[in-house]
């Protein structure tokens, strides 16, 4: 028998022992337990050390081990932490909104809901030599400064078009972190901060962490609307805009040519910020994609974040942050007292990915899967769920925004669960009531077309259910 296995034997059986002392007892001498339990004085010493850790014995020094005091903690009852209820201030953050976003689905589930791309349809290969090259770099493991490394700014800025400099960018650990640094940098606590309306969740959750009352501003086909912004910046005295021009989340619309400079000039006019999320520019499906609005801007009214992760891996977490004048510098304090710089191999790797032709490949035939992909959904759906509309088949992005039938999306999300599909209910996406009942299916969480086919027939399956229900309620209550 080894070591460690006496050592447990021992630790099992002293507890029992223990159990059935008084907290104070007197434990065996040393002696007695390496004859009682035939083990060896190192095991039994190791044993009483195991046990002392836990604070279920004491010892002292020249008197023997003793009981401790019941901890229940110690003997297997739940910890009581309801003294946390008031000690913790105010809840403002709302990590159910992220956790629904994160959670994987049941194994045998068909996955329609998440915004992550499946394995199949991510560079594994480009992603896996970028870090092996990466890793053999002599200062791979060095520190990175703050803003990130030079290259990979640079990488950024002309990705982003227009007169952005390496020195306007600044790297962060994917969009979500890039979200959480804007929000918390550009408005106080308290404030109120305008938002599309839907919009994507885990912009909502950041916004409310750092204290921002989210405002919300309707969107129609070609993005948000001019004239409710105008009231919105008015009314509310938001000094923030959270925006996501192109291939909008959770939408698809595009914020039209007419728009783009009718909204920079609002919110210049209201002395306000435009926080632009632009996640999806790599994620259109074939077609041209609109210059992001921070290459229009040179006043600094513009702060954009983007990030490598969508159109990569989830766990490719680089992302960037551009920003002119003072928020610039707001945003590298930031990053510097949250955790200093962000990790230096990681970058490394990001820039090896982004300076081969493999990943040029990759957005290529990344494009045309999305594209086959949001095809077969769209039709997959109109012949399984007539009753369902699909609000606009968009030219990226990888989700349909499908309005439901009236009252009839809890019974939907739920039964679709059951029938081994997972899907995002719409009200999350809002900021205050939801005018319809709807639902994001994505298409580019599943394995294959062939899942996405099954996808749709099973969801075909729960609409005739609900219906089927909803029709028996009335006739029984009539």
């Given at each position: 028998m080894s070591e460690s296995s006496t050592i447990e034997r021992l630790v099992t059986s002293l507890r029992a022992e223990i159990a059935r002392l008084t907290p104070g007892d007197r434990l065996p001498s040393s002696r007695d337990l390496v004859r009682r339990h035939a083990a060896s004085p190192v095991s039994v010493a190791r044993a009483v050390a195991v046990l002392a850790a836990e604070g279920v014995v004491v010892t002292r020094p020249g008197s023997g081990t003793f009981v401790a005091a019941r901890s229940s903690r110690a003997f297997g009852a739940p910890p009581d932490t309801s003294w946390q209820a008031v000690a913790l201030a105010d809840r403002s953050i709302d990590a159910h909104t992220v956790t629904d976003l994160l959670r994987a689905p049941p194994a045998d589930a068909i996955t329609m809901a998440g915004g992550y791309l499946h394995r199949s349809l991510q560079p594994t290969k480009a992603l896996g030599d970028a870090l092996a090259r990466a890793a053999r770099r002599p200062d791979a493991w060095d520190r990175a400064p703050t803003a990130g490394l030079e290259t990979l700014r640079?990488?950024?800025a002309r990705f982003t078009g227009g007169d952005v400099d390496t020195d306007d960018v600044l790297?962060?650990?994917?969009?979500?972190d890039a979200l959480s640094m804007?929000?918390?940098a550009i408005a106080a606590p308290g404030s109120p901060i305008l938002v599309e309306s839907p919009t994507y969740q885990g912009a909502l959750a950041a916004a409310r962490a750092a204290g921002l009352r989210p405002v919300p501003v309707p969107?129609?086909?070609?993005?948000?609307?001019?004239?409710l912004l105008a009231d919105a910046f008015a009314t509310s005295g938001a000094r923030l805009l959270y925006i996501q021009p192109t291939f909008h989340n959770p939408t698809g619309a595009v914020l039209s040519a007419q728009r783009r400079p009718q909204i920079l000039d609002i919110a210049r006019a209201a002395g306000a910020f435009i926080l632009e999320d632009d996640f999806a520019r790599l994620l259109g499906h074939g077609g041209a994609v609109p210059r992001p609005l921070v290459a229009d801007d040179r006043d600094g009214t513009v702060v954009?974040?983007?990030?490598?992760?969508k159109p990569a891996s989830p766990s490719l977490r680089i992302g960037a942050l551009i920003a002119r004048g003072p928020v610039m510098a707001r945003l590298r304090a930031i990053r510097l007292v949250d955790d200093f710089f962000i990790s230096r191999p990681i970058q490394e790797a990001a820039i090896e990915l982004l300076s081969t032709p493999a990943w040029d490949r990759h957005l290529r035939s990344l494009a045309t899967a999305l594209r086959e992909r949001c095809t077969a959904l769209t039709a997959g759906l109109a012949r399984h769920t007539p009753d369902w509309t699909v609000t606009r088949i968009p030219a990226g992005g990888l989700h349909l925004w499908v309005r439901l039938p009236s009252n009839?999306?809890?019974?939907?999300?739920d039964a679709a669960q059951t029938h081994g599909v997972a899907v995002s209910p719409g009200n999350g996406y809002f900021a205050a009531e939801p005018p319809s009942a709807?639902?994001?299916v994505g298409f580019a969480a599943a394995a294959d077309l062939a899942q996405l086919a099954e996808g749709t027939r099973r969801l075909g399956e729960v609409a005739r259910s609900v219906s089927a229900q909803a029709v028996s309620l009335r006739s029984s209550s009539g």
């Amino acid at each position: 028998m080894s070591e460690s296995s006496t050592i447990e034997r021992l630790v099992t059986s002293l507890r029992a022992e223990i159990a059935r002392l008084t907290p104070g007892d007197r434990l065996p001498s040393s002696r007695d337990l390496v004859r009682r339990h035939a083990a060896s004085p190192v095991s039994v010493a190791r044993a009483v050390a195991v046990l002392a850790a836990e604070g279920v014995v004491v010892t002292r020094p020249g008197s023997g081990t003793f009981v401790a005091a019941r901890s229940s903690r110690a003997f297997g009852a739940p910890p009581d932490t309801s003294w946390q209820a008031v000690a913790l201030a105010d809840r403002s953050i709302d990590a159910h909104t992220v956790t629904d976003l994160l959670r994987a689905p049941p194994a045998d589930a068909i996955t329609m809901a998440g915004g992550y791309l499946h394995r199949s349809l991510q560079p594994t290969k480009a992603l896996g030599d970028a870090l092996a090259r990466a890793a053999r770099r002599p200062d791979a493991w060095d520190r990175a400064p703050t803003a990130g490394l030079e290259t990979l700014r640079a990488l950024f800025a002309r990705f982003t078009g227009g007169d952005v400099d390496t020195d306007d960018v600044l790297i962060t650990s994917g969009g979500q972190d890039a979200l959480s640094m804007a929000f918390r940098a550009i408005a106080a606590p308290g404030s109120p901060i305008l938002v599309e309306s839907p919009t994507y969740q885990g912009a909502l959750a950041a916004a409310r962490a750092a204290g921002l009352r989210p405002v919300p501003v309707p969107v129609d086909d070609d993005g948000i609307r001019p004239d409710l912004l105008a009231d919105a910046f008015a009314t509310s005295g938001a000094r923030l805009l959270y925006i996501q021009p192109t291939f909008h989340n959770p939408t698809g619309a595009v914020l039209s040519a007419q728009r783009r400079p009718q909204i920079l000039d609002i919110a210049r006019a209201a002395g306000a910020f435009i926080l632009e999320d632009d996640f999806a520019r790599l994620l259109g499906h074939g077609g041209a994609v609109p210059r992001p609005l921070v290459a229009d801007d040179r006043d600094g009214t513009v702060v954009y974040l983007t990030s490598l992760t969508k159109p990569a891996s989830p766990s490719l977490r680089i992302g960037a942050l551009i920003a002119r004048g003072p928020v610039m510098a707001r945003l590298r304090a930031i990053r510097l007292v949250d955790d200093f710089f962000i990790s230096r191999p990681i970058q490394e790797a990001a820039i090896e990915l982004l300076s081969t032709p493999a990943w040029d490949r990759h957005l290529r035939s990344l494009a045309t899967a999305l594209r086959e992909r949001c095809t077969a959904l769209t039709a997959g759906l109109a012949r399984h769920t007539p009753d369902w509309t699909v609000t606009r088949i968009p030219a990226g992005g990888l989700h349909l925004w499908v309005r439901l039938p009236s009252n009839a999306l809890h019974h939907i999300t739920d039964a679709a669960q059951t029938h081994g599909v997972a899907v995002s209910p719409g009200n999350g996406y809002f900021a205050a009531e939801p005018p319809s009942a709807y639902m994001r299916v994505g298409f580019a969480a599943a394995a294959d077309l062939a899942q996405l086919a099954e996808g749709t027939r099973r969801l075909g399956e729960v609409a005739r259910s609900v219906s089927a229900q909803a029709v028996s309620l009335r006739s029984s209550s009539g």
